[in-house]
Protein backbone atom coordinates (compact mmCIF):
# COMPACT_ATOMS: atom_id res chain seq x y z
CA UNK A 1 0.00 0.00 0.00
CA UNK A 2 1.57 3.54 -1.01
CA UNK A 3 2.00 6.24 1.70
CA UNK A 4 0.85 9.66 1.27
CA UNK A 5 3.70 10.79 0.03
CA UNK A 6 3.84 8.26 -2.51
CA UNK A 7 0.59 8.64 -3.74
CA UNK A 8 1.43 12.54 -3.87
CA UNK A 9 4.15 11.49 -6.00
CA UNK A 10 2.71 8.84 -8.09
CA UNK A 11 0.18 11.04 -9.14
CA UNK A 12 2.08 14.18 -10.19
CA UNK A 13 4.37 12.32 -11.93
CA UNK A 14 0.84 10.97 -13.60
CA UNK A 15 0.01 14.39 -15.16
CA UNK A 16 3.75 15.22 -16.00
CA UNK A 17 3.75 17.93 -13.18
CA UNK A 18 7.22 19.21 -11.43
CA UNK A 19 7.16 19.64 -8.04
CA UNK A 20 7.27 23.22 -8.83
CA UNK A 21 4.01 23.09 -10.67
CA UNK A 22 2.23 21.36 -8.07
CA UNK A 23 3.26 24.00 -5.19
CA UNK A 24 2.22 26.77 -7.87
CA UNK A 25 -1.07 25.65 -8.18
CA UNK A 26 -1.55 25.26 -4.40
CA UNK A 27 0.04 28.20 -3.62
CA UNK A 28 2.62 26.67 -1.41
CA UNK A 29 6.60 26.07 -1.91
CA UNK A 30 8.66 23.77 -3.35
CA UNK A 31 10.12 22.33 -0.24
CA UNK A 32 6.60 21.64 1.53
CA UNK A 33 5.52 19.45 -1.53
CA UNK A 34 9.20 18.02 -1.32
CA UNK A 35 8.57 17.27 2.03
CA UNK A 36 5.11 15.97 1.42
CA UNK A 37 6.29 13.45 -0.58
CA UNK A 38 9.21 12.25 1.96
CA UNK A 39 6.53 11.53 4.43
CA UNK A 40 8.43 14.09 6.94
CA UNK A 41 5.03 16.35 6.55
CA UNK A 42 0.83 16.10 6.69
CA UNK A 43 -0.30 18.88 4.69
CA UNK A 44 -3.45 20.76 6.85
CA UNK A 45 -7.15 19.81 5.86
CA UNK A 46 -7.10 22.34 3.39
CA UNK A 47 -4.12 21.82 1.56
CA UNK A 48 -4.72 18.41 0.94
CA UNK A 49 -7.98 19.06 -0.39
CA UNK A 50 -6.08 21.35 -3.01
CA UNK A 51 -3.96 18.86 -3.40
CA UNK A 52 -6.63 16.26 -4.27
CA UNK A 53 -8.34 18.67 -6.41
CA UNK A 54 -4.88 19.32 -8.75
CA UNK A 55 -4.32 15.81 -9.21
CA UNK A 56 -7.22 15.17 -9.79
CA UNK A 57 -8.22 12.53 -6.90
CA UNK A 58 -10.02 12.38 -3.72
CA UNK A 59 -8.67 12.85 -0.01
CA UNK A 60 -9.56 9.21 0.60
CA UNK A 61 -7.44 8.28 -1.76
CA UNK A 62 -4.45 10.24 -0.86
CA UNK A 63 -5.30 9.33 3.02
CA UNK A 64 -5.32 5.61 1.48
CA UNK A 65 -8.95 5.28 2.67
CA UNK A 66 -9.82 3.64 -0.37
CA UNK A 67 -7.57 2.63 -3.57
CA UNK A 68 -9.73 4.01 -6.46
CA UNK A 69 -7.46 7.47 -7.27
CA UNK A 70 -10.71 8.73 -9.36
CA UNK A 71 -13.74 7.40 -7.43
CA UNK A 72 -16.52 9.44 -8.03
CA UNK A 73 -14.44 12.05 -10.05
CA UNK A 74 -15.90 11.51 -13.87
CA UNK A 75 -18.64 14.27 -14.12
CA UNK A 76 -20.46 12.41 -16.97
CA UNK A 77 -20.70 9.71 -14.04
CA UNK A 78 -21.70 11.96 -11.29
CA UNK A 79 -24.44 13.77 -13.24
CA UNK A 80 -25.86 10.21 -14.52
CA UNK A 81 -25.86 9.46 -10.08
CA UNK A 82 -27.35 12.93 -9.16
CA UNK A 83 -30.30 12.29 -11.60
CA UNK A 84 -31.14 8.50 -10.72
CA UNK A 85 -30.99 10.14 -6.71
CA UNK A 86 -33.35 12.37 -7.83
CA UNK A 87 -36.19 10.19 -9.34
CA UNK A 88 -38.91 8.55 -6.83
CA UNK A 89 -37.86 4.97 -5.17
CA UNK A 90 -39.79 2.97 -7.57
CA UNK A 91 -38.41 5.03 -10.80
CA UNK A 92 -34.88 4.44 -9.05
CA UNK A 93 -35.37 0.93 -8.71
CA UNK A 94 -36.75 0.01 -12.35
CA UNK A 95 -33.57 2.06 -13.33
CA UNK A 96 -31.09 0.38 -11.32
CA UNK A 97 -32.75 -3.14 -11.99
CA UNK A 98 -32.47 -2.13 -16.12
CA UNK A 99 -28.12 -0.94 -15.32
CA UNK A 100 -27.46 -4.19 -13.48
CA UNK A 101 -28.81 -6.68 -16.00
CA UNK A 102 -27.25 -4.54 -18.46
CA UNK A 103 -23.62 -4.46 -16.61
CA UNK A 104 -24.12 -8.28 -16.19
CA UNK A 105 -24.95 -8.57 -19.73
CA UNK A 106 -21.42 -6.75 -20.85
CA UNK A 107 -19.53 -8.86 -18.08
CA UNK A 108 -20.77 -11.98 -19.27
CA UNK A 109 -19.93 -10.95 -23.16
CA UNK A 110 -16.15 -10.40 -21.63
CA UNK A 111 -16.24 -13.65 -20.08
CA UNK A 112 -16.70 -15.49 -23.39
Same mark, same amino acid.
Given at each position: ?21 ? %? ?7 ? !? /? ?5 ? +?? /??? /? ?14 ? =? ?7 ? *? ?7 ? +?????? /? %? ?6 ? =??? =? ?7 ? !? +?? *????
Amino acid at each position: MLSFGQRIAVLRKNKKMSQTDL %ANKINSSVS !V /ISRYELD +KM /IPS /IDSAKKLAKELDTTVG =YLLGENEEN *KLKKNPEML +KRFEDI /I %AFDDQDRK =YIL =YTLDALIKN !V +KL *KSIT
